[in-house]
């Protein structure tokens, strides 16, 4: 909760499309202008403005004369937010990851919208066990009959993720077949990052259990590099992104030894 009484969350961008396009721009070109947002997305200036004051309330950006400049509280967008951007792309990577995985199996899952793809394409499965450090997946998986579910504990991050030395410690007591973990940014050179050291930490413990492991990450964060660094490229089996990720990020990968999976 803001300081002011509004909440980041109080927007429900699930139900607004145009929102979600506007922040879809913010983030790319960092600022954003009303009459330009008006004929882009075909409604009258009157409308984003009363838009953008909505997703300025909800920290989400912040307005400016004749429009809005991204808000870089600290880079990162809440989940809820975060779901609605690129969904077709993450539904894909999910379901190709989920049939990589034999029956069976004992996989370890970090949190992120891509991972709850992941999840979602899990939920029907049998004879499968899964330990997940995000509540947003506990919350998916919980009650199907073919899923053996470990939550583990920790710290609550913005990302729905549960980090810290209690998570590390619980996941000391399981062997993973497989880890998989959403980044914030990947490249050949620095890896995998994400905003947060502590929960850099924590997906490191998962792969650090896991005899496999494979990054789940839409396009957009490949050739990104965020705060703290998860692991090297070199410890990372494969990779999973969608058909919109530059060939040449793809190539640098390639050239590194890491598997990559494009659907």
């Given at each position: 909760?803001?300081?002011?009484?509004?909440?980041f969350y109080s927007v429900?961008?699930?139900?607004?499309?145009r929102?979600?396009?506007i922040?879809?721009?913010?983030?790319?070109t960092?600022?954003?202008?009303v009459s330009?947002l008006?004929?882009?997305l075909?409604?009258?200036?009157?409308?984003?403005?009363?838009d953008?004051?909505?997703l300025s309330?909800?920290?989400?950006l912040?307005?400016?004369?004749g429009g809005?400049v991204?808000?870089?509280r600290?880079?990162?967008?809440p989940?809820?937010?975060?779901?609605?951007?690129r969904?077709?792309?993450?539904?894909r990577?999910?379901l190709?990851a989920?049939a990589?995985i034999?029956?069976?199996a004992?996989?370890?899952?970090?949190?992120?919208?891509t991972m709850l793809?992941?999840?979602?394409?899990?939920a029907d499965?049998?004879n499968?066990a899964?330990v997940?450090n995000?509540?947003?997946?506990?919350?998916?998986?919980i009650?199907r009959?073919g899923?053996?579910?470990?939550?583990?504990?920790?710290?609550?991050?913005?990302?729905?993720e549960l980090v810290g030395?209690a998570?590390?410690a619980?996941?000391?007591?399981y062997?993973?077949?497989m880890?998989?973990?959403g980044?914030d940014?990947?490249?050949?050179?620095?890896?995998?990052?994400?905003?947060?050291?502590?929960e850099?930490q924590?997906d490191?413990?998962f792969?650090?259990r896991?005899s496999r492991?494979v990054?789940?990450a839409?396009?957009?964060?490949?050739?990104?590099?965020?705060?703290?660094?998860?692991?090297?490229?070199?410890?990372?089996?494969?990779?999973?992104?969608?058909?919109?990720?530059?060939?040449?990020?793809?190539?640098t990968?390639?050239?590194a030894g890491?598997?990559?999976?494009?659907?």
């Open positions: 909760m803001r300081r002011d009484g509004h909440s429900d961008v699930r139900k607004t499309p929102l979600n396009a922040l879809e721009r913010v983030n790319d960092r600022s954003v202008d330009d008006a004929g882009a075909g409604v009258s200036e009157a409308t984003i403005r009363r953008l004051q909505s309330r909800s920290g989400l912040v307005r400016t004369h809005a991204a808000n870089d600290d880079g990162e967008l989940t809820q937010i975060k779901a609605v951007r969904h077709t792309e993450k539904g990577i999910g190709a989920a990589s034999p029956d069976g004992v996989i370890g899952m970090t949190g992120g919208t793809e992941l999840a979602r394409a899990l499965r049998r499968i899964i997940t995000a509540v947003n997946i506990g919350a998916e998986l009650g009959p899923v053996h579910l470990v939550v583990i504990g920790g710290v609550a991050r913005p990302s729905a030395p998570a590390e619980m996941l000391a007591n062997h993973l077949d880890a998989f973990i980044v940014g990947l490249t050949a050179e620095h890896g995998c990052t994400t905003y947060d050291e502590m850099a924590t490191r413990a792969l650090q896991a492991a990054v789940l839409d396009h957009s964060k490949l050739g990104v590099v965020r705060f703290a660094q998860i692991t090297p490229l070199a410890s990372i089996d494969q990779v999973v992104t969608d058909r919109d990720a530059d060939p040449a990020q793809l190539a990968l390639r050239a890491v598997h990559v999976d494009v659907v």
